[in-house]
Nanobody, 128 residues
Framework: QMQIVESGGGLVQPGGSLRLSCAAS????????IGWFRQAPGKEREGVSC????????YYADSVKGRFTISRNDGKHMVYLDIKNLKPEDTAVYYC?????????????????????WGQGTQVMVSS
């Protein structure tokens, strides 16, 4: 079994930046495709980004392109989501998820049911 833990959330002013981190115990993240999702109050969970294992292919939701960057450090067994120019509409709980299929696919990386393991989430609040 894999346990995923996200960290790095917090309260940030509009225009600020954050780095969210995703770590795992039980198994290492290196062999999994890793997705980041977010869920704002009263809204459905949204897939925002994915990074493949073998080739580091990445995908982003249109709503975050240019502001979010997903990356992985296999030496540290970590995956990151760097967010810049934060907006109030980015306020949400952010989740990291692992897919046993090592590759993200353009037509389904954003589907929550593609992922096998989930963290508990980290809260990001963007407010002045």
């Amino acid at each position: 079994q894999m346990q995923i833990v996200e960290s790095g959330g917090g309260l940030v002013q509009p225009g600020g930046s954050l780095r969210l981190s995703c770590a795992a115990s039980g198994r290492i993240l290196d062999y999994y495709a890793i997705g980041w999702f977010r869920q704002a109050p009263g809204k459905e969970r949204e897939g925002v980004s994915c990074i493949s294992s073998a080739n580091d292919d990445t995908y982003y939701a249109d709503s975050v392109k240019g502001r979010f960057t997903i990356s992985r450090n296999d030496g540290k067994h970590m995956v990151y989501l760097d967010i810049k120019n934060l907006k109030p509409e980015d306020t949400a709980v952010y989740y990291c998820a692992a897919d046993e299929d090592a590759y993200c696919e353009k037509n389904n990386y954003y589907r929550w049911d593609e992922y096998d393991y989930w963290g508990q989430g980290t809260q990001v609040m963007v407010s002045s």
